[in-house]
């Protein structure tokens, strides 16, 4: 009889019942806002997916995912996808099961390789088209997710966002699958050129020098060029982990696409605090963070324009917070 009956409180199906909890704790003032969103996620591999299926549980209103690559059995050691998926585009198996998660969110299926210049044209005017919305300002969505594995796809993600004065998040899994990290991008703030070309990438290897996608973004080394083995030797600390990779791949894309999704509901909802950077490294427990700042002599004529435009815009932001 100490037993609690749980089956008289019927668990909620309604998607929103999770962040309706949130109102009702005081953290989200309106919770209902969240199918207003439109939310971009490229790549829908280890973290892509399971970020999408999180975000489609939570209720929001439209998510547009792209993927060049098709399902394949290889693909059975993560979350999401499912053996009888194997063959069907990522993007389209994904939509097959979200809808069937949630049928209120509107999924956009982008088969396509955003590198490309087609692709890359396509990427950007399903970012502007803002039929969802029409009301919004500015593009058509209300965040990026950026979940790619490949530094010319995080490239072409950045310039796009850079182009379009896009907020946007990018995420990482390193190769031996025990630590990753998100990071929120936004363009008259920072962007990856900038890193590239500070002395940030510096720190950026240090505290996050077992991801290997880390070190390649901020190095602007071409991954293309270099050799598995040479990255193991150089994070030669790491090496007898690429073990484990097969065993804690889906924990890992889990845990990141867990940070990442937190981080959109907060950045999204407006409440509590989006970390700039937010690093995860599973064998010593250890979530670095850290802030950045914009760099005026970055590469990227795109951030330049944004930063200056950021800076000219100054006077009138001054004003208008002294009014309120
Ligand atoms: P693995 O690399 O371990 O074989 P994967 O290919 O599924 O796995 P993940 O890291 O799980 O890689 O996911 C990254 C996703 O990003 C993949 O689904 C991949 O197809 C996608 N992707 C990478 N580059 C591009 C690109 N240029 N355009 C579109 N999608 C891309």
Same mark, same amino acid.
């Given at each position: =009889?100490?037993?609690?009956?749980?089956? /008289?409180?019927? +668990?909620?199906?309604?998607?929103?019942?999770?962040?309706?909890?949130?109102?009702?704790?005081?953290?989200?003032?309106?919770?209902?806002?969240?199918?207003?969103?439109?939310?971009?996620?490229?790549?829908?591999?280890?973290?892509?997916?399971?970020?999408?299926?999180?975000?489609?549980?939570?209720?929001?209103?439209?998510?547009?995912?792209?993927?060049?690559?098709? +399902?394949?059995?290889?693909?059975?050691?993560?979350? $999401?996808?499912?053996?009888?998926?194997?063959?069907? #585009?990522?993007?389209? /198996?994904?939509?097959?099961?979200?809808?069937?998660?949630?049928?209120?969110?509107?999924?956009?299926?982008?088969?396509?390789?955003?590198?490309?210049?087609?692709?890359?044209?396509? $990427?950007? =005017?399903?970012?502007?088209?803002?039929? $969802?919305?029409?009301?919004?300002?500015?593009?058509?969505?209300?965040?990026?997710?950026s979940c790619v594995d490949n530094y010319e796809?995080?490239?072409?993600?950045? *310039?796009?966002?850079?182009?379009?004065?896009? #907020?946007?998040?990018?995420?990482?899994? =390193?190769?031996?699958?025990?630590?990753?990290?998100?990071?929120?991008?936004?363009?008259?703030?920072?962007?990856?050129?900038?890193?590239?070309?500070?002395?940030?990438?510096?720190?950026?290897?240090?505290?996050?020098?077992?991801?290997?996608?880390?070190?390649?973004?901020?190095?602007?080394?071409?991954?293309?060029?270099?050799?598995?083995?040479?990255?193991?030797?150089?994070?030669?600390?790491?090496?007898?982990?690429?073990?484990?990779?097969?065993?804690?791949?889906?924990?890992?894309?889990?845990?990141?696409?867990?940070?990442?999704?937190?981080?959109?509901?907060?950045?999204?909802l407006n409440f509590g605090y989006v970390s700039?950077?937010?690093?995860?490294?599973?064998?010593?427990?250890?979530?670095?963070?850290?802030?950045?700042?914009?760099?005026? *002599?970055?590469?990227?004529?795109?951030?330049?324009?944004?930063?200056?435009?950021?800076?000219? /815009?100054?006077? /009138?932001?001054?004003?208008?917070?002294?009014?309120?």
């Open positions: =009889s100490k037993v609690k009956d749980m089956s /008289a409180e019927v +668990v909620d199906s309604n998607p929103y019942s999770r962040l309706m909890a949130l109102q009702r704790m005081g953290i989200v003032k309106n919770y209902e806002r969240i199918r207003e969103f439109s939310v971009a996620i490229v790549g829908v591999g280890g973290v892509g997916s399971v970020a999408a299926e999180m975000l489609t549980r939570c209720g929001i209103g439209r998510l547009l995912l792209y993927d060049y690559d098709k +399902v394949e059995l290889a693909n059975m050691n993560r979350l $999401f996808f499912r053996p009888e998926q194997v063959g069907m #585009t990522k993007t389209d /198996a994904a939509v097959q099961t979200l809808s069937d998660i949630n049928p209120d969110v509107v999924l956009e299926s982008y088969t396509l390789n955003i590198t490309t210049v087609q692709g890359f044209d396509t $990427f950007m =005017s399903s970012l502007r088209n803002k039929s $969802f919305c029409p009301s919004k300002e500015g593009t058509g969505v209300d965040l990026v997710l796809a995080r490239m072409a993600v950045n *310039q796009a966002c850079n182009e379009l004065n896009q #907020t946007w998040m990018e995420s990482g899994v =390193s190769e031996d699958a025990v630590s990753g990290h998100i990071q929120l991008l936004i363009p008259w703030r920072n962007c990856l050129f900038c890193l590239c070309t500070s002395f940030v990438c510096v720190f950026i290897v240090y505290i996050d020098s077992l991801n290997h996608t880390s070190f390649v973004v901020a190095s602007g080394v071409d991954e293309r060029t270099l050799k598995r083995g040479s990255l193991c030797r150089i994070f030669t600390y790491y090496n007898d982990n690429f073990i484990t990779k097969k065993y804690t791949q889906h924990a890992i894309g889990g845990v990141v696409a867990g940070l990442l999704v937190q981080n959109t509901l907060k950045f999204l700039p950077y937010l690093g995860y490294n599973s064998l010593k427990d250890y979530f670095p963070t850290m802030a950045m700042k914009p760099n005026p *002599q970055c590469s990227n004529a795109a951030c330049l324009e944004r930063q200056e435009e950021y800076t000219l /815009a100054k006077p /009138a932001r001054d004003a208008a917070a002294k009014a309120k």
